[in-house]
């Protein structure tokens, strides 16, 4: 596709609910990475993949969150028995590579955890 | 670790200059520089590298002093366009991983 896709836009989840949140990054791309980004804060690194190495786990806030990618194609985040500190936009990005590479951030999927 | 930006905001009138700075503790590799308008994703301004040049976006600069570990972007004639907050992205040199931490941001407004 032209750009990076996320989806869904919006979601709004009851605590202890489990949601998954969909990429789809730019054809061709290989890095891609999520990000959270809560109300008036800035960006907080989650996870990175880069073609078909185990991914860079070590900024999941808890075991309660897990991603995966095939290959060089979708990825998902999943979060398990959400929190209210859960609540905030999840940002995804890709990158033809990952040392100095451009990132294309997705649109975000906005989650509220009640 | 994440970088230090200054100021937190900063209001201009249409036509002033403004510089916004980036500071790490730890060896850099890279700085990137991102802005996020309202409601929206952040969009990539420009890269500066470990050994690299001075860059630059229209009539937004950049330049990374490594020795200090610090980058500081320069917005000239400001145009209403580049309200929004602006984001530093810091990649460690010699980091195992790749991860690019990024600062709270600084608040841009510019007014007629």
């Known amino acids: 596709g032209a750009g990076v896709s996320q989806s869904p836009s919006n979601k709004v989840t009851e605590k202890g609910k489990d949601v998954e949140l969909r990429c789809d990054p730019i054809?061709?791309?290989?890095?891609l990475y999520w990000y959270r980004q809560r109300l008036g804060q800035g960006l907080e690194f989650l996870i990175y993949?880069?073609?078909?190495?185990?991914?860079?786990k070590s900024g999941l806030p808890s075991d309660r969150f897990s991603a995966e990618r095939t290959g060089e194609s979708v990825s998902t985040l999943t979060i398990q028995r959400t929190q209210q500190e859960d609540s905030a936009v999840y940002l995804c990005?890709?990158?033809?590579?990952?040392?100095?590479?451009?990132?294309?951030f997705g649109p975000g999927t906005r989650l509220t955890v009640l | 670790q994440q970088p230090v930006q200054s100021p937190q905001a900063v209001i201009l009138r249409e036509g002033e200059d403004a510089v916004i700075n980036c500071s790490s503790s730890?060896?850099?590799?890279?700085v990137h520089w991102y802005r996020q308008k309202h409601g929206e994703a952040p969009v990539f301004l420009m890269i500066?590298?470990?050994?690299?040049e001075q860059m630059r976006h229209e009539k937004i600069s950049a330049s990374f002093n490594e020795k200090k570990q610090q980058s500081s972007l320069y917005l000239t004639a400001s145009q209403l366009s580049y309200s929004g907050t602006y984001f530093c992205?810091?990649?460690?040199?010699?980091?195992?991983?790749?991860?690019?931490?990024f600062g709270k941001g600084t608040k841009l407004s510019v007014i007629p």
């Open positions: 993949f880069q073609g078909n190495s185990a991914p860079d």
């Open positions: 500066l590298l470990k050994g690299g």
């Open positions: 730890k060896a850099l590799y890279s």
């Open positions: 992205g810091t990649e460690r040199s010699g980091a195992g991983s790749y991860q690019l931490t």
């Open positions: 054809s061709g791309h290989t890095a």
């Open positions: 990005a890709s990158s033809v590579r990952t040392r100095a590479g451009t990132q294309y």
